[in-house]
T-cell receptor
C-alpha cells in the first residue's frame, strides 16, 4: 500500500516571495513521484515528475522538487511566485511495478498568491 | 494530439438513478484510468482499462463499472447513485508501457447527485 501526505492544506504567499509545498509519502515498494497542478474548474496538469536519476527535477515554469529517499519526501519549491501560480497542487506516487501504476494522490495544497 | 475530452462537463442526477460519463482519449493512448475527486480532496483511483479489459481497480463498489472501446473512447457507468457520488470525475490516458508515465488528464465531469 502507498499513501501521500501533504502537510499544508492552504499556503498564502506574497507575490515574488519563495514558496515550498511539502509532500511526504509512504510505500513498501519503489515509487515514482509526481506533482500535478489544478487550476479552477480544470483537470490536472503534470507539473514535474521523478522517475530515476537526478533527485532534483525542474519544470519549465520555475518550479523544482527534490526526491529525498531517506526522508520519504518530495517537496515542491519555487524561488519567486507569480499571481498565475494560484492553483491547487497535488503530490502523487505511483508504484514502479508494471501493471500497478495507479496514481495515489495527496489531499492537495491550495496556493494563494497575495499581490 | 487532441488531448483528452470528457463529456458532459456538468451533470445533475437524482439519488438512485444511473449515469454514464464519457471520455475520448488521444490517438494511441490505449490505457485509460478513471478517478473520483470529491470536493476538497485529492483524486481517488476508480479503475484502469487496457485493450477493453479492466486491469486494476481501486476501493469502489461494483456499481461503478466501465467500458473501453477500440477507438480510444471509454465510459464510466455508475448505478444506484448515492449522494456521496457527487464529485468531479477525471479520465486519464496514456500509451501502454509508457515509461515516461505521461498521463494526460481531461477537464472532468462534475456530477451532482440530489
Amino acid at each position: 500500500a502507498q499513501s501521500v501526505t501533504q502537510l499544508d492544506s492552504q499556503v498564502p504567499v506574497f507575490e515574488e516571495a519563495p514558496v515550498e509545498l511539502r509532500c511526504n509519502y509512504s510505500s513498501s515498494v519503489s515509487v515514482y513521484l509526481f506533482w500535478y497542478v489544478q487550476y479552477p474548474n480544470q483537470g490536472l496538469q503534470l507539473l514535474l515528475k521523478y522517475l530515476s536519476g537526478s533527485t532534483l527535477v525542474e519544470s519549465i515554469n520555475g518550479f523544482e522538487a527534490e526526491f529525498n529517499k531517506s526522508q520519504t519526501s518530495f517537496h515542491l519549491r519555487k524561488p519567486s511566485v507569480h499571481i498565475s501560480d494560484t492553483a491547487e497542487y497535488f503530490c502523487a506516487v505511483s508504484s514502479v511495478w508494471f501493471g500497478n501504476e495507479k496514481l495515489t494522490f495527496g489531499t492537495g495544497t491550495r496556493l494563494t498568491i497575495i499581490p | 494530439e487532441t488531448g483528452v475530452t470528457q463529456s458532459p462537463t456538468h451533470l445533475i442526477k437524482t439519488r438512485g438513478q444511473q449515469v454514464t460519463l464519457r471520455c475520448s482519449s488521444q490517438s494511441g493512448h490505449n490505457t485509460v484510468s478513471w478517478y473520483q475527486q470529491a470536493l476538497g480532496q485529492g483524486p481517488q483511483f476508480i479503475f484502469q482499462y487496457y485493450r477493453e479489459e479492466e486491469n486494476g481497480r481501486g476501493n469502489f463498489p461494483p456499481r461503478f463499472s466501465g467500458l473501453q472501446f477500440p477507438n480510444y473512447s471509454s465510459e464510466l457507468n455508475v448505478n444506484a447513485l448515492e449522494l456521496d457520488d457527487s464529485a468531479l470525475y477525471l479520465c486519464a490516458s496514456r500509451p501502454y508501457r509508457d515509461t515516461n508515465y505521461g498521463y494526460t488528464f481531461g477537464s472532468g465531469t462534475r456530477l451532482t447527485v440530489v
